[in-house]
């Protein structure tokens, strides 16, 4: 090695270098290889950092197909029962004089209560929060509601209500 930098005016030190070179004709060859081993590593990386996939949305109109007197279901409906979903709607509390609750009644429209008229059963959704968790009452600002919903008629002393959610997570309300 110090024979080869004391040489560094006569060119010695790049025939070394020169040996620890790939050959022309390998080099894409080898390029396309360590860019595939590369690409498969982080694979397993990005899979691990993705947001996980958003559920699919409810609208209200898709819960208007249960039929709350008869029982009859759309078979939109029975492909959502007992699945994770993402609902709109506002929050109308159950417990009295609490910003955070771990039960609500999500309806559709802001204002809906069970004191005036309420709306029908099939568009009152009863939320109870997943392991008791407190969430923040918002009365009057629409939400997304993620969680598992199940169609069942509930029996209140607000009303009938026919579907159940276990709430997972509550988000503000973006188009």
Request: with cysteine; hydrophobic share 40%.
């Amino acid at each position: 090695m110090r024979a080869a930098l004391r040489n560094r005016e006569s060119g010695a030190l790049h025939r070394e270098t020169r040996l620890m070179k790939i050959p022309r004709p390998f080099v894409a060859p080898v390029a396309a290889v360590l860019a595939l081993l590369v690409a498969v590593a982080a694979e397993p990386v990005r899979t691990l950092l993705a947001a996980p996939p958003d559920p699919p949305h409810v609208l209200w109109k898709m819960l208007r197909g249960l039929n709350y007197k008869t029982g009859d279901k759309s078979a939109e409906l029975k492909e959502i029962d007992g699945k994770i979903v993402k609902i709109p709607g506002f929050m109308v509390p159950l417990e009295d004089e609490s910003e955070d609750v771990t039960e609500f009644l999500l309806v559709p429209y802001q204002g809906a209560c069970v004191h005036t008229p309420p709306p029908p059963p099939n568009q009152i959704v009863e939320v109870m929060m997943e392991g008791g968790k407190k969430t923040k009452l918002s009365f009057w600002d629409p939400v997304w509601v993620r969680g598992k919903l199940e169609i069942q008629t509930v029996k209140s002393p607000y009303g009938d209500v026919s579907y159940k959610l276990t709430g997972m997570g509550i988000d503000p309300y973006k188009d």
